[in-house]
């Protein structure tokens, strides 16, 4: 079993920046490999980007290919999601969760998940 807790959300204007962590408890957290989805109202969770145990392979969604940037701090049980250049379609409930394997980028291939960190992009 393994506990996530995303922080970092918050309002921003668009055109900003945020940086979101989930932090996940454990001692296998290198072992693991690590996505972000977010779900906007009415809408089905969308893969945002996922990363290695190690850290070194990263795949993004195309909708904020260029514009975010996933990474991981094994150290710290932590991985991070920098957004820049937010617009407001950015606007969504943003989750990270566990991977069953490297190539999933369906809900159905994650088995745990945070409570989720609300982002909000003002036009």
């Known amino acids: 079993q393994v506990q996530l807790v995303e922080s970092g959300g918050g309002l921003v204007q668009a055109g900003g920046s945020l940086r979101l962590s989930c932090a996940a408890s454990g001692r296998t957290f290198s072992r693991h490999v690590m996505g972000w989805f977010r779900q906007a109202p009415g809408k089905e969770r969308e893969f945002v980007a996922v990363?290695?145990?190690?850290?070194?392979?990263?795949y993004y969604g195309d909708s904020v290919k260029g514009r975010f940037t996933i990474s991981r701090d094994n150290a710290k049980n932590t991985v991070y999601l920098q957004m820049n250049g937010l617009k407001p379609e950015d606007t969504a409930v943003y989750y990270c969760?566990?991977?069953?394997?490297?190539?999933?980028?369906?809900?159905?291939?994650?088995?745990?998940w945070g409570q989720g960190t609300q982002v909000t992009v003002s036009s």
């Open positions: 969760a566990v991977a069953n394997n490297w190539w999933a980028r369906s809900v159905l291939e994650y088995k745990y």
């Open positions: 990363i290695s145990g190690s850290g070194s392979a990263t």
